[in-house]
Nanobody
Framework: VQLQASGGGLVQPGGSLRLSCAAS????????IGWLRQVPGKEREGVSC????????YYADAVKGRFAASRGNAKNTAYLQMNGLKPEDTALYYCARDRSRAHYSGIWDDYWGQGTLVTVSS
């Protein structure tokens, strides 16, 4: 099982980035897919979660209205569109699969890629 996030980078406050997630090794339709982020010294936190068909299940309050998760046309791909980025969004971002198929459980299977670093700074 692999979930690889990519697309991070350095962006100015107010800017946008789109992260991509490429998944393999499991049946895509059997899990909700989410995005999490982590800053040094803090626990990983859930940012968003969607069903495998792209129906939104959860957004953290800190990103509501600014971030949007979606699935790609190609199966086993997901995206996180991040607009209105703030310095506090700076973190290592991961995509992951939820234990649940159709709900946001917040319990993530222990398959973590290297993540992709998002830095929001002027």
């Amino acid at each position: 099982v692999q979930l690889q996030a990519s697309g991070g980078g350095l962006v100015q406050p107010g800017g946008s980035l789109r992260l991509s997630c490429a998944a393999s090794g499991f049946t895509w339709d059997h899990h909700a897919i989410g995005w999490l982020r982590q800053v040094p010294g803090k626990e990983r936190e859930g940012v968003s979660c969607m069903t495998s068909s792209g129906i939104a299940l959860y957004y953290a309050d800190a990103v509501k209205g600014r971030f949007a998760a979606s699935r790609g046309n190609a199966k086993n791909t997901a995206y996180l569109q991040m607009n209105g980025l703030k310095p506090e969004d700076t973190a290592l971002y991961y995509c992951a699969r939820d234990r649940s198929r159709a709900h946001y459980s917040g319990i993530w299977d222990d398959y973590w890629g290297q993540g992709t670093l998002v830095t929001v700074s002027s």
